[in-house]
Each structure stands twice: as structure tokens, then as C-alpha cells.
């Protein structure tokens, strides 16, 4: 099971960081990737860890996005600063084999971020 925790309205520059926590699983074994899906838009990928705690998937967003884990925690950061109203979504945190994974394995159910314009 993931479950996601943090978001919430802010406002534009703002910051937000978000947790997903699993259980159930060995959380090490796996890697964790957030999504977003805005209102009317495909989901998107945003950032990844993979099992050994390095970033993958979307370089533009890693300036203003970090992404941690906390495996004594079983716990998977999303840091967002500098937040813009197209960051407003549902973010999501996924489990994966492998960052580079086609599919996967499961999901929660997401937090809603609001950047108002």
C-alpha cells in the first residue's frame, strides 16, 4: 500500500513536500516515481528514486523538484519549490521495479496540489 500526504493550496513561489509511505512491501526492493494529472491532461511523470536513491525521469523538473527516500521510514519525498499554477495536480506515488519499468505495480491514491493563478 502508498499513501500520499502533503498537498494542499499554495500559493505562486510557494513550496510543498510531499510524502508517500509504503507498507506491506519491502520498500528497498523497489523504486518509487511520482506522476501528476492536471484537470483535462494526460498523467505525466515527474521524478523517480530508484532502489539506490537516484533521480530519474523528468530533468526539467529537477531544478525546481527533489526527490529523497527514507527507507528507515519507508517513506518517499517530493520537495517542490517555486511552485506555478501548472504545477496544480493530483500527484500520485508509484511503485516500480525499476525506475525504467514500462508498468506499475501499484499506486495511491494521490494528493491534490493547488497553485492558484
Known amino acids: 500500500q502508498l499513501v500520499e500526504s502533503g498537498g494542499g493550496l499554495v500559493h505562486p513561489g510557494g513550496s510543498l513536500k510531499l510524502s508517500c509511505t509504503g507498507s506491506g512491501f519491502t520498500f528497498t526492493d523497489y523504486a518509487i516515481g511520482w506522476f501528476r494529472q492536471a484537470p483535462g491532461k494526460e498523467r505525466e511523470r515527474v521524478l523517480c528514486?530508484?532502489?539506490?536513491?537516484?533521480?530519474y525521469w523528468d530533468d526539467s523538473k529537477k531544478g525546481r523538484f527533489t526527490i529523497s527516500r527514507d527507507n528507515a521510514e519507508n517513506t518517499v519525498f517530493l520537495q517542490m519549490a517555486d511552485l506555478k499554477p501548472d504545477d496544480t495536480a493530483i500527484y500520485s506515488c508509484?511503485?516500480?521495479?525499476?525506475?525504467?519499468?514500462?508498468?506499475?505495480?501499484?499506486w495511491g491514491q494521490g494528493t491534490q496540489v493547488t497553485v492558484p493563478s
Open positions: 528514486s530508484s532502489k539506490d536513491g537516484e533521480t
Open positions: 508509484h511503485r516500480r521495479y525499476f525506475c525504467s519499468s514500462p508498468t506499475s505495480l501499484d
